[in-house]
């Protein structure tokens, strides 16, 4: 028996059957169905979105001709990308990647199983990134409908990794908006969101890489199910992988230059309140030393006995002061960011 995921919603199973002439499509309520969906010409895509029936996977299992060991991989989630041949079965485990609202990325693994006329995919939640690849077969736009399984596999294949590039570009966004964060107004909570980042990064690099090396085994291994015209349209998504893998290498090194920017900017700030405190503390140096020497109250200083000794350290005391002030602002001391020459 299959172990599947705790709370996995229940499978939902969409067949699309189509050829150079004709499309249907329609959802698969009773799993006996699919024995007649996939005999004959044509071609067969088998959506299953959801895991939360082992019996109803066991038997769609037993129907498709899957290994027992390829299933268990497909339900056991989540698997590292790959590609590996079972018979004249082949298994291709990606991940999905969809922007969620507040910018927040969601991965989710997609598996492919390719037989002789069909594909069957399997996806732990419902919703995907294939509505443009379905309107292209609904229509009959491009090449798609005069080929055979395999080509719907690149296509797959193409939109998951096409699906990165938004994801990415949103990141990008992401990091800017940081960056002016880490410049103008950074916090502990600025270098905490640098940090999420930094490991989201992290991860979409690992899984590209992953994802990059079971690609380039799909088109060198002769097990592979791909035809060679079709191994031409797989180099491209190849490239994709290759491309959306140098965005996100990038954007990680531009992760390492904001905390850097981060702690130049509390530096910078702590600098600005040690030159304003140094400024306010060289200012009531000498007005403290005036006030200690007349604190003093020995008998023989004149100055105590005279009627405008009050008045005239006053004075002193405010010459001073805004005599060093005026010096400091000559001096470029006072000006945000150290203008000193």
Request: with cysteine.
């Amino acid at each position: 028996m299959l172990v599947v995921p705790e709370g996995a919603p229940k499978p939902v199973v969409r067949v699309m059957r189509y050829d150079a002439g004709q499309v249907e499509e329609k959802p698969v309520e009773d799993v006996e169905q699919l024995a007649a969906l996939v005999v004959g010409g044509g071609v067969t895509w088998i959506d299953v979105q959801g895991f939360g029936d082992p019996a109803f996977l066991e038997r769609i299992r037993e129907i498709l001709g899957i290994h027992p060991l390829a299933m268990a991989d497909v339900v056991n989630v989540p698997q590292r990308p790959k590609a590996e041949p079972y018979g004249d079965r082949y298994l291709v485990v990606t991940r999905m990647a969809t922007m969620l609202p507040e910018r927040r990325i969601h991965l989710e693994q997609l598996s492919l199983v390719i037989g002789p006329g069909w594909v069957a995919t399997f996806q732990e939640d419902p919703g995907d990134c294939f509505d443009p690849l379905r309107e292209r077969i609904r229509h009959g736009l491009g090449v798609i409908r005069r080929m055979g399984a395999d080509f719907l596999a690149y296509a797959l294949l193409d939109a998951v990794v096409d699906g990165y590039f938004p994801v990415v570009e949103e990141l990008g966004g992401v990091l800017e908006a940081l960056e002016e964060e880490a410049m103008e107004d950074a916090d502990r909570a600025t270098l905490g969101r640098i940090h999420a980042a930094r490991r989201l990064l992290l991860q979409l690099e690992r899984l590209q890489w992953q994802q990059r090396e079971s690609l380039s085994g799909m088109l060198h291994s002769a097990e592979s199910p791909f035809s060679d015209p079709v191994r031409l349209y797989l180099r491209d998504v190849h490239d994709h992988a290759v491309q959306v893998l140098d965005v996100i290498e990038t954007y990680r090194q531009m992760t390492v230059g904001l905390v850097e920017i981060y702690l130049s900017s509390v530096n910078n700030r702590m600098n600005e309140v040690m030159k304003t405190l140094t400024v306010v503390a060289t200012i009531f140096i000498p007005l403290t030393f005036l006030v200690g020497v007349y604190g003093m109250n020995f008998d023989y200083m004149p100055e105590l006995r005279e009627r405008w000794g009050y008045a005239a350290v006053w004075a002193v005391m405010l010459v001073v002061a805004l005599g060093l002030v005026y010096w400091f602002h000559r001096r470029g001391w006072l000006e945000r960011g150290d203008g000193g020459r």
